[in-house]
């Protein structure tokens, strides 16, 4: 079966560096997202990645690697808005997202 | 741009009655995704369409219907709720089928 697994809560503090992982089982890989779930909102597109190596994009960067079915989202200068869920989401070899339960971060001052 | 709306933003339906939820997008998106979202659980794919005038079952199709009249609309059908069916329900859409995904607002439906 197909199976996406990350952490259900983490808990880090304002101007810190966090490291959210995610490790998947998929049939084909065809590329991995990472979103961002405020409460009661929709996700929201952070990053992806469909090479093995790290992808930067301001306070986040976002790793692959390919061979051992594993990535993570990096957040650096945590601010108390970075308080959300994190979900991370590979797309099959039927181009179709298969989604992690999401990764709660709570930002504490 | 509006991007991707949804109606309603909520609703409770008592069980056995049937309910339209609503999707439109302006961006002029190709593919179109039906999600629910319950506590605990990946965001599971219920129904999509790569083009309009197609549709295809997701993981949980099962006491759900969609059509793909045109681009714009994608509109999610109950035709008999059951209360399992409680859940956040998100509309997604894409340029293509392996390009990212962007989210409505979401529909937060309780059934009794």
């Known amino acids: 079966g197909q199976n996406i697994d990350q952490p259900t809560e983490m808990t880090a503090t304002e101007g810190a560096i966090v490291q959210i992982n995610c490790t998947y089982q998929?049939?084909?890989?065809?590329?991995l997202f990472w979103y961002q779930q405020h409460a009661g909102e929709a996700p929201t597109f952070l990053s992806y990645?469909?090479l093995d190596g790290l992808e930067e994009k301001g306070r986040f960067s976002s790793f692959l690697s390919r061979s051992k079915g594993y990535s993570y989202l990096l957040l650096k200068e945590l601010q108390m808005k970075d308080s959300a869920s994190y979900l991370c989401?590979?797309?099959?070899?039927?181009?179709?997202?298969?989604w992690g339960a999401g990764t709660k971060l709570i930002i504490k001052p | 741009t509006a991007g991707i709306t949804q109606a309603p933003t909520s609703q409770i339906l008592a069980a056995g009655r049937s309910m339209t939820l609503r999707c439109t997008q302006d961006m002029r998106h190709n593919a179109m995704y039906w999600y629910r979202q319950d506590l605990g659980l990946g965001l599971r794919l219920i129904h999509y369409?790569?083009?309009?005038?197609?549709?295809g079952k997701g993981e949980v199709p099962d006491g759900y219907s969609v059509s793909r009249a045109n681009t714009d609309d994608f509109p999610l059908t109950l035709a008999s709720a059951v209360p399992s069916q409680t859940s956040v329900y998100f509309c997604?859409?894409?340029?293509?089928?392996?390009?990212?995904?962007?989210f409505g607002p979401g529909t937060r439906l309780t059934v009794l």
């Open positions: 369409s790569n083009t309009a005038g197609t549709t």
């Open positions: 997604a859409s894409s340029t293509d089928g392996p390009d990212t995904q962007y």
């Open positions: 990645n469909v």
């Open positions: 998929t049939s084909g890989f065809n590329g």
């Open positions: 989401a590979v797309m099959d070899s039927n181009y179709q997202l298969i």
